[in-house]
């Protein structure tokens, strides 16, 4: 994969998910479709590590760019102009719908994974929408060791978000009281050069997060090996549901969106939501007839997330499509070559 685009993918998913409370950085990546290689190089960190870590540390390098932009974010625009971007995001989304029902389009033929999707979605919107705000933290004195500890424990939970489609970062924190808290912490570059303690603390919580990652995909491969299908049904509901979520969240419990109802915000809300959904469908278009992107680049993609997922037998990932015998079988795209 273009290491470039990996570090824009990366940026895209770290602002959404610190930025877009009710928008999942794993929905995210299943949407830019790095989600199964991020997954498989999480879990082969230490048996490939060379091209494990030179994936993560362009996507993580994109990841920490997009988070530090999201939390300067929630202070100007989503603050100023909340009904905007939330348009924006929702026309992505939206745009999103289409492509993944054309791609699940064998996985549908089952009544049984129509009964994963909804039961999932049904979970997670449970989930989403019966959530409060918990007690909210604040690090103006830093208590020592009991708050290095919690934040250790805030990022192996928070990683969920990363790995487990579907589970939102920006909301989990709140759920547990942290978000705002963990805005000013990354927000603070001052702060954190003046005082080492919150940079420490911000240290703590990064190791619990790569700890929790590395352990939960190790789980979750184990997943998809054993029910691709159904996985992609899950991956499938959160897709669907994620706007749902975002405008319950985002719209429904934003205080500033009432304050911020006027003709203009809604006259560029229209244009916002266009250039989102757009961006995702048209874009695409565009820049294989332009030439940019390689006429075959669906069959492209599609074949790189059967790489990514190259440890699966070949007749689990093309499901109910026969298989010849003289099929090449997709290398394993972090095998050296």
């Known amino acids: 994969m273009n290491k470039l685009?990996?570090?824009?993918?990366?940026?895209?998913?770290?602002?959404?998910?610190?930025?877009v409370p009710g928008l999942s950085a794993s929905t995210i990546a299943i949407v830019l479709l790095v989600y199964y290689d991020?997954?498989?190089?999480?879990?082969?960190?230490?048996?490939?590590?060379?091209?494990s870590l030179t994936f993560l540390l362009v996507l993580v390098a994109g990841y920490g760019t997009g988070a530090l932009a999201g939390a300067v974010a929630v202070n100007t625009l989503y603050v100023r102009f909340p009904i905007p971007?939330?348009?924006?995001?929702?026309?992505?989304?939206?745009a999103s719908i289409p492509r993944m029902l054309v791609?699940?389009?064998?996985?549908?033929?089952?009544?049984?994974?129509?009964?994963?999707?909804?039961?999932?979605?049904?979970?997670?919107?449970?989930?989403?929408?019966?959530?409060?705000?918990?007690?909210?933290?604040?690090?103006?004195?830093?208590?020592?060791?009991?708050?290095?500890?919690l934040m250790l424990c805030v990022g192996i939970v928070t990683s969920a978000t990363l790995v487990i489609p579907g589970v939102d970062f920006a909301v989990t924190l709140m759920a547990l009281g942290y978000y705002?808290?963990?805005?000013?912490?990354?927000?603070?570059?001052?702060?954190?050069?003046?005082?080492?303690?919150?940079?420490?603390?911000?240290?703590?919580?990064?190791?619990?997060?790569g700890i929790g990652s590395f352990v939960l995909s190790k789980g979750l491969r184990f997943l998809i090996k054993r029910y691709p299908r159904h996985l992609h049904c899950v991956n499938l509901a959160m897709v669907i549901i994620a706007p749902i979520i975002v405008v319950e969240k985002c719209i429904l419990e934003n205080p500033n969106v009432a304050s911020h109802a006027t003709w203009p915000q809604f006259c560029w809300a229209f244009i916002t939501f266009a250039a989102g959904y757009f961006a995702f469908t048209w874009v695409p278009m565009l820049c294989r007839y332009l030439g940019f992107l390689p006429k075959n680049s669906d069959k492209v993609i599609l074949e790189e997330n059967v790489a990514a997922r190259a440890d699966i037998p070949l007749e689990q990932v093309l499901g109910e499509h026969q298989v010849k015998s003289d099929t090449p079988v997709i290398e394993d795209p972090f095998e050296e070559k």
């Open 38 to 51: 991020m997954i498989y190089a999480i879990s082969h960190i230490f048996s490939k590590t060379k091209q």
């Open 103 to 149: 791609d699940s389009r064998e996985d549908l033929k089952k009544w049984s994974n129509y009964v994963i999707m909804i039961i999932v979605g049904a979970v997670f919107l449970v989930y989403a929408l019966v959530i409060t705000n918990g007690e909210i933290v604040n690090f103006d004195v830093i208590r020592f060791p009991i708050d290095y500890i």
């Open 5 to 19: 685009g990996l570090y824009l993918k990366g940026i895209l998913i770290g602002f959404a998910s610190l930025a």
């Open 180 to 209: 705002y808290a963990f805005i000013n912490l990354v927000g603070d570059f001052g702060a954190l050069i003046l005082h080492p303690s919150r940079l420490f603390l911000l240290l703590s919580y990064l190791v619990g997060y």
């Open 85 to 94: 971007v939330i348009a924006a995001v929702l026309g992505f989304l939206v």
